[in-house]
Antibody
């Protein structure tokens, strides 16, 4: 089955960091970009950045650059959130870009990160 | 950064109605626009890409149109399962950006 499976929910304290994962299966991992998207509860979607696994080409949104790190290995993409704040409490989705367009045709189930003292 | 603005924020309709959602970009994005549907507790689902192409498995009652800076998502004969939040997204430029969403209720 073609799917993206994300790691489980995390609860962290302010100032800590967290690394969440997105494992791809059922398709050739190296032929698609993987993006990360944030959604604060009750709000919209925010594009954070994207990685192209074959050459690890990475692009970040200026809104998140320096605050997050995107990486990948054989079939998994990672999002590390640094120096967490309460405002980082959100659902984080990974999403696969279609081969020929920048639309996201496959999404992970989301990972909830809660930052609370 | 290209800003995507959706209207209205909330669209009140009834089953069987036609819904028309708008999305505007601050600069031309050609046809590099996607529409997503999101239901509570779920990940977004791709409906439309290339402004007017339906994604695999998307019912024909969903249609997209527009190019440049003005885009429309139409849902004909609304079904109960269509009540959700809809987002547009441009992929013409970096960073990719989403609209703030339209809730169809």
């Amino acid at each position: 089955e073609v799917q993206l499976v994300q790691s489980g929910a995390e609860v962290k304290k302010p100032g800590e960091s967290v690394k969440i994962s997105c494992r791809a299966s059922g398709y050739t991992f190296t032929t698609h970009y993987i993006a990360w998207v944030r959604q604060v509860p009750g709000e919209g979607l925010e594009w954070m950045g994207i990685i192209f696994p074959p050459d690890y080409d990475i692009k970040y949104s200026p809104s998140f650059h320096g605050q997050v790190t995107i990486s990948a290995d054989e079939s998994t993409t990672y999002l590390q959130l640094n120096t967490l704040k309460a405002s980082d409490t959100a659902m984080y989705f990974c999403a696969r870009s279609m081969v020929s367009t920048g639309a996201y045709d496959l999404w992970g189930q989301g990972t909830m990160v809660t930052v609370s003292s | 950064e290209i800003v995507m603005t959706q209207s209205p924020a909330i669209l009140s309709v009834s089953p069987g109605d036609r819904a028309t959602l708008s999305c505007r970009a601050t600069q031309s994005i050609s046809s590099r626009l996607a529409w997503y549907q999101q239901k509570p507790g779920q990940a977004p689902r791709l409906l439309i890409y290339g402004a007017s192409k339906r994604a695999t498995g998307v019912p024909a009652r969903f249609s997209g149109s527009g190019s440049g800076t003005e885009f429309t998502l139409s849902i004909s004969l609304l079904q109960s399962e269509d009540f959700a939040v809809y987002f547009c997204q441009q992929y013409n430029d970096w960073p990719r950006t989403f609209g703030q969403g339209t809730k169809v209720e």
